[in-house]
């Protein structure tokens, strides 16, 4: 089993769609999560931590649940410019710096 | 965004000829990375550095050798790569304080072997 999990997409969306995307990690000791973003030949960035409560950043929700070890980003009101690869991160109990990536899903959003 | 450089951008090189990536961080963190991106395969973490000392090393090849002379500057020596290790290199960095360890990256290094 993959340690992070995603849906590899594309999903294909029109302007002004909501989108969720969803996640799962296989160490249940994990103890910080990320959601990132990367644009095609580009770096990741870091688009938001995600906290035990869940939290909002205008448009985008991130959702944790560790019972089920799930995470998961919202994107309301999609931006042809939110176009790019979501990449869930894990950082890993006992390496406290050792972040493991998805693979990522890749949004599309047209016109 | 200047906050994690890195040269070069592009590179080619033969499997015989020996090179180095450089990155340089701004942010005043203290832990410094290398990744791996292949084509069509999640980012791969090769070396983690912590206040210049290596903490973790991913079962990567000899042939890559990294190098930390202080927190702010990691390199990545190339030698007698293979053509399976054309990928991006990307560095990051991040603060070694606070629980969430949130990492900040460099452009990265677009590495061809022939």
């Known amino acids: 089993r993959k340690e992070v999990e995603q849906d590899p997409g594309p999903f294909n969306v029109p302007e002004g769609a909501t989108v969720a995307f969803n996640c799962t990690y296989s160490?249940?000791?994990?103890?910080?999560f990320f959601w990132y973003r990367q644009d095609c030949r580009k770096e990741p960035k870091l688009l938001m931590s995600v906290y035990s409560s869940g939290n909002e950043d205008g448009r985008f929700t991130a959702q944790l649940n560790r019972a089920s070890q799930y995470i998961s980003l919202l994107i309301r009101d999609s931006k042809l410019s939110d176009s790019a690869t979501y990449l869930c991160?894990?950082?890993?109990?006992?390496?406290?710096?050792?972040?493991?990536f998805g693979a990522g899903t890749r949004l599309a959003v047209h016109p | 965004e200047t906050g994690v450089t890195q040269t070069p951008r592009h590179l080619v090189m033969g499997m015989t000829n020996k090179k180095s990536l450089k990155c340089e961080q701004h942010l005043g963190h203290n832990a410094m990375y290398w990744y791996k991106q292949s084509a069509k395969k999640p980012l791969e973490l090769m070396f983690v550095y912590n206040f210049k000392e290596q903490t973790e090393n991913n079962s990567v090849p000899s042939r890559f050798s990294p190098e930390c002379p202080n927190s702010s500057h990691l390199f990545l020596h190339l030698h007698t790569l293979q053509p399976e290790d054309s990928a991006l290199y990307l560095c990051?960095?991040?603060?070694?304080?606070?629980?969430?360890?949130?990492?900040?990256f460099g452009p990265g290094t677009r590495l061809t072997v022939t």
């Open positions: 160490n249940s000791a994990s103890q910080s």
């Open positions: 991160v894990v950082n890993l109990s006992g390496g406290y710096n050792k972040l493991i």
């Open positions: 990051a960095s991040s603060p070694l304080f606070g629980q969430l360890y949130e990492q900040y």
